[in-house]
Each structure stands twice: as C-alpha cells, then as structure tokens.
C-alpha cells in the first residue's frame, strides 16, 4: 500500500519537531506577540503594511511559477493545479485588500520603497522561480511561506489574545479555517512528492524550508522597526 498509515507522520511533521526554534521564532515572533498583547506599535503595522504589500505582489509570479511546474511534472497534476490555481486567484483578492488598508491607515503605497529584508525575500523568491528548480523544492517554499502566516496570525486569534480590535481583521485574513485548510492542501502535496523524492532532493528542500522561515524572522524585524519620518513626528 503506497496510502500512508494513519497516525503515520510526514517528512513535514519530522521537519518541523527537528526544527521546532526555528519555526517558532517565526511564527511566535516578538512581532507576533506584541499584536496578540495589545502591545504593538502601529507605526510598526504601517511598516509591515507597506513591506507586506511589495511582497505579496512579488508572491503572484512565484505562485504562478509553481503552477506551471505542478502542471508539467506533477504525477497527480490535476488536482494539485486546482489548488494551487485557488491561492493564485486569492492573491488578488489579497492585493486589494492591501489597498483598501493602506489607504484606512494613512499608508501611501505608491511611495513605498522596499527595505533590506522584503528586497531579500523577493530576490529568493525569483531564484526559486527559475524553471531549472524542481516542483518540489518550490511546492515546499509555497507552502513554508503560507503556514508562517496562517500559524502566527491563528496565534492572534486565540480566546486568551488581546489583539486590537482594528487589527483582527487582518488577523483574520490569515488566521481563518479556510487559509488553514488551504495549507494543509499545500502540505499534502509537498509531503506527497518528499515522501518519493531522492535524498538529495529531500536534503535539499529540508534547507529551502529553514530560509523560508530565516527570511520570515528577517522580515518581522525589520517591520519592528519604527520609520524615521514616524520617530520625526513624535
Ligand atoms: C512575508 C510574508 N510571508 C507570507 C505571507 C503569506 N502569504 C500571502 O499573503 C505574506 N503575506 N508575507
């Protein structure tokens, strides 16, 4: 029987107990916690708003990236395009809610400039998007990059959370059953293709996971950062 046993974990499950610190620090980031507490800076939530922005458009070719990769090598291509097509189709649903953010808190988008961390990220994510990168290793970064959210902003939703009133709805974009759902898909398929994959290809995208979730922790900091011109102001 190929069918994995029930209660039988994954390469993912694996993957996140040997990495556990890693994984929290960036889904139980300082960021994270000072949102569930009440405690945030909104200055720091502009930051983030901005950054995010630049780097959820960044997100679109990416994604699609994958797509074409689930669509020619993918061994159970049909459904794995489906899903796959579903995220894309959410992000620009995603897009304009960044829109309709920024302009509620005062963020002028057109004026954004990307920092150090967001510049990073979006320079791994086009070198995951060359075609010479194997479904695998980028279904495993879509997914890590997915569940970072859906993990820390389900955090902020907890009973015991103080999250601000005006953030939950942003809490709520990546914190909802449906975006948890949706990654569980994505980490059906990824276990699906590690679970048959060779060992050097296991090795290599346990390693495309650990700087998905170090590019995470370097893009929360430097969100915590305040801006000059928010520092001028006060
Ligand atoms: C830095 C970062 N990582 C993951 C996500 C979640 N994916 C799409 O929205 C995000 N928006 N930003």
Not at 43 to 61: E, H, I, M, N
Not at 214 to 227: G, I, K, R
Request: with cysteine; net charge negative.
């Amino acid at each position: 029987m190929e069918e994995k046993r029930q209660g039988e974990v994954g390469i993912i499950d694996k993957w996140l107990k040997k990495h556990l610190l890693m994984y929290m620090a960036a889904t139980r980031h300082p960021m994270i916690l000072s949102i569930r507490d009440g405690s945030i800076n909104i200055s720091c939530f502009k930051t983030w708003l901005g950054q995010d922005y630049l780097f959820v458009r960044a997100l679109v070719p990416f994604v699609a990236s994958v797509l074409i990769k689930a669509w020619n090598d993918s061994d159970d291509s049909n459904t794995d395009v489906e899903v796959i097509l579903s995220g894309l189709a959410s992000l620009k649903d995603e897009i304009s809610w960044f829109q309709n953010e920024a302009s509620n808190w005062g963020v002028q988008l057109s004026h954004i400039v990307a920092h150090k961390a967001t510049g990073d990220y979006c320079r791994f994510l086009e070198s995951l998007m060359l075609p010479e990168v194997e479904f695998t290793i980028s279904i495993t970064a879509y997914w890590a990059i997915e569940v970072v959210y859906q993990d820390a902003f389900t955090h902020c939703l907890e009973d015991d959370a103080k999250t601000p009133p005006e953030l939950q709805e942003t809490c709520q974009r990546w914190g909802n059953d449906e975006f948890g759902q949706y990654c569980q898909s994505l980490k059906k398929i990824a276990n699906r293709r590690l679970e048959k994959c060779s060992d050097d290809l296991l090795v290599k995208a346990e390693a495309t996971f650990l700087r998905v979730l170090e590019h995470e922790v370097q893009f929360w900091n430097m969100s915590a950062m305040v801006e000059p011109e928010d520092l001028a102001s006060k």
